[in-house]
């Protein structure tokens, strides 16, 4: 059975930096592309940032760009999300996702979703 942890969430003020993994368990990864996502209160979970099974390409959405840097250890099963100059708008739930469908700089979800990890950024 799949099971995707996520970690590292936490408080933090605005400017402040945090790093999000995300380890994989049950079967290993290494051939699958990775996402994450975040969802903030009353809104819908949104695409943050994926990376290839090899890290051969990535793509964030661009009010991360610059800001956030996706990668992953496949010795690890795990992916990880460096955040930088946090804002308050990136205050939200974050999930990892794995084995989606990355295709032409976009990756497209399946159901193996974690628990997710709370990101609060204080103004």
């Known amino acids: 059975q799949v099971q995707l942890a996520e970690s590292g969430g936490g408080l933090v003020q605005a400017g402040g930096s945090l790093r999000l993994s995300c380890a994989a368990s049950?079967?290993?990864?290494?051939?699958?592309?990775m996402g994450w996502f975040r969802q903030a209160p009353g809104k819908e979970r949104e695409f943050v940032a994926a990376?290839?099974?090899?890290?051969?390409?990535?793509t964030y959405v661009d009010s991360v760009k610059g800001r956030f840097t996706i990668s992953r250890d496949n010795a690890k099963n795990t992916a990880y999300l460096q955040m930088y100059s946090l804002k308050p708008e990136d205050t939200a739930i974050y999930y990892c996702?794995?084995?989606?469908?990355?295709?032409?700089?976009?990756?497209?979800?399946?159901?193996?979703w974690g628990q997710g990890t709370q990101v609060t950024v204080s103004s």
């Open positions: 049950g079967r290993t990864f290494s051939s699958s592309a």
């Open positions: 996702n794995v084995d989606g469908t990355y295709f032409s700089g976009h990756y497209y979800p399946n159901n193996y």
């Open positions: 990376i290839t099974w090899n890290s051969g390409s990535t």
